[in-house]
């Protein structure tokens, strides 16, 4: 007996107009239009994916970017930050 292939379990994946991928919001509000103008589904899911990203600076953060000597930093506001964290625990850690 020789092994067949069978596609199954097809599914339609509806991408949103650059200006709603962000906003989950939008998102609900395409999936509730969907849902009134369109027959023949019976499950519609609104899915993301996760990134991380400096507060300051809003670019992507990724670890491996980030050099021994960099503490953890960003960019120099990031850095800027991180600085005045380490001075207020080490101002704690005097009064204790
Ligand atoms: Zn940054």
């Known amino acids: 007996m020789a092994k067949k292939r069978k596609e199954t379990n097809y599914r339609l994946v509806v991408y949103p107009d650059s200006w709603r991928k962000d906003d989950s919001y939008a998102c609900e509000e395409l ?22 990203y400096c507060e300051f600076c809003k670019t992507e953060w990724s670890d491996e970017e980030m050099n021994d000597g960099d503490v ?10 991180v600085e005045e964290l380490h001075r207020l625990a080490q101002k704690k850690a005097e009064k204790k």
């Open 31 to 52: 999936k509730k239009d969907i849902e009134r103008h369109v027959d023949g589904f019976s499950n519609i899911e609104i899915n993301s994916d996760t990134i991380h």
């Open 72 to 81: 953890g930093a960003c960019c120099k506001r990031d850095a800027e930050s």
